[in-house]
């Protein structure tokens, strides 16, 4: 510091003040960690839904050292609806990767690092190093959440042979209940792409990801073998009845979407709800499904169209209150339609359903359908309904009560259409396909006679269905 105290200010101080120069000289220093911190950009965990407060790592799209464009998918990540890609706002380097598959992190939080520079990889490498030690105890929470949900998946593998190879180990759980006896799919959207552009078929592959799940380096894995796809058919279609597809008596953690249900179900409990039922003959409905099934239209959307044409004419039954202080009449009839999949349930929204002809809102419900099962639904795409159907009538269930789900104002329950028999206007016994439906309400803004003339008109323009197809 020699040359520090041979300056004019310095030295016509007294000696107890040199230690406040001294200390501002050596600020600039400081800016060096700060200079760096703006080439290397956090990778934060998106909100990617109003409701969502954690995300789970599905799968890295990209690795590290890999260089990477403004707008490029870097990680799948799952909300507590769906799985969605991750895009990247700037060019440069994924130089770390903070949170791995399969682990789950508050949004906000950092989940990985990006350099601008190759120059810069090591430096956000050893500051990720650095958070990682600092902060060891919540990541090792978060990391040690799904572990349960792995065990219960490779419980089978050991059973079948305790003395097998490696590769038949991972072969005989390939099959994860979440994909229900190898019927159904479960992988990564990205993986999902390069499958298709691979010409991979994604039914022989063995998912190393979390709870099974393919992840883009299976997809890379199997195209590059070449056999692997068919061999791992052959083992998919046999080991399924090998033995049980879940470890009895273990405990699973919720999934973000079982978690998210269970929140919503627990707000709704706050809600005062009354039901009402009723019974509507189907005959003409079930008539006019046959004439127009060969053009694409489904069930379900003329259901829909019909429940919307209703709400049409009784508005406080498409309102909804959210403060226990006013309500909303909703200037959309959004109708949100139940949809289980895997793991848990999703309402997938068919929008302005009462302006939109039946033949496009039937493609738009398959569309949706198709979207969800592959957990790749936009928020506005199930967030956004006025009022929900629930059906299980497809299960041959009769009747049942649905609950209201939180920020609407009504559900209803359909139940199926059975044969039964009635008694005539005439005084003689005939028969009808009748169902039942079943209205849960907020009992704060709709009352029983509101959901008794919306019921009368709903089963009027089912019984006489010529409105649906206007």
């Given amino acids: 510091m020699a040359h520090l105290l041979n300056t004019s200010f310095i030295s016509t101080t007294k000696t ?6 001294a200390t501002l000289l050596a600020q600039p220093q400081l800016k060096k960690p700060t200079k760096i911190q703006a080439k290397i950009r956090e990778i934060f965990m998106p909100a990617l ?3 969502m407060t954690e995300g789970k790592i599905v799968s890295w799209v990209k690795s590290e050292g890999d260089k990477l464009s403004k707008g490029e998918s870097v990680v799948v990540v799952e909300s507590d609806k769906a799985d969605m ?45 650095t958070n990682a030690g600092s902060s060891s105890a919540p990541v090792a929470a978060a990391a040690a959440a799904p572990a349960p949900v792995e065990a219960a998946v490779s419980v089978s593998a050991p059973k079948a042979n305790d003395s097998a190879p490696k590769a038949k180990s991972v072969t005989g759980s390939s099959v994860h209940p979440a994909s229900e006896g190898g019927k159904r799919i479960v992988a990564s959207p990205y993986a999902k792409k390069l499958a298709k552009e691979l010409k991979v078929d994604l039914s022989g592959v063995v998912g190393t990801g979390p709870m099974g799940r393919i992840v883009a380096k299976d997809v890379e894995a199997a195209a590059a073998t070449g056999v692997v796809v068919d061999t791992a058919k052959t083992n998919v279609s046999v080991k ?80 909804s209150c959210r403060d226990g202080k006013s309500f909303t009449y909703n200037s959309s009839i959004n109708i949100a339609v139940a949809v289980a999949i895997d793991g848990g349930l999703i309402t997938p929204v068919l929008p302005d359903a009462d302006k939109v002809d039946i033949y496009t809102l039937s493609r738009k419900w398959k569309e949706l359908v198709d979207k969800a099962r592959a957990k790749q ?31 609407t104002g009504a559900i209803m329950a359909v139940g199926a259409s059975q044969p039964t028999i009635v008694g005539t206007k005439d005084g003689r016994i005939g028969m009808k396909n009748q169902m039942q439906v079943n209205v849960t309400a907020d009992h704060r803004v709709i009352y029983g006679a509101d959901l008794a003339s919306f019921l009368q008109t709903l089963a009027k323009i089912i019984e006489d269905p010529k409105d649906l197809t206007f």
Avoid: C, W
């Avoid at 597809?245 to 699973?252: M, T």
């Avoid at 009022?387 to 789900?405: H, K, Q, Y």
């Fill in 240 to 319: 399924p009845d090998a033995g049980p597809k879940v470890e009895l008596g273990s405990v699973v953690p919720f999934t973000a979407m079982q978690a998210a249900v269970s929140r919503n179900m627990l707000e709704s409990l706050a809600v005062p709800t009354f039901r009402v039922g009723y019974t509507i003959s189907t005959d003409a409905l079930d008539a006019l499904y046959k004439k127009i099934k060969s053009k694409g239209v489904t069930m379900t959307a003329m259901l829909a169209k019909a429940t919307a044409l209703a709400l049409a004419a009784h508005p406080v039954v498409n309102s």
């Fill in 16 to 21: 107890p003040s040199l230690y406040r120069p």
């Fill in 85 to 129: 890609d991750v895009e990247t706002f700037y060019d440069g380097y994924l130089a770390a990767i903070m949170v791995d598959e399969g682990g789950v992190a508050a949004v906000g939080s950092a989940i990985g690092l990006l350099a601008e520079t190759e120059e810069e990889i090591q430096m956000a490498k050893d500051k990720a190093s």
């Fill in 377 to 407: 639904l936009q928020p506005h795409e199930y967030t956004t309904g006025t009022f929900t159907l629930s059906n299980l009538g497809m299960f041959g269930v009769d009747r049942f009560d649905a609950i209201l789900p939180p920020g």
């Fill in 49 to 51: 839904s109003s409701t």
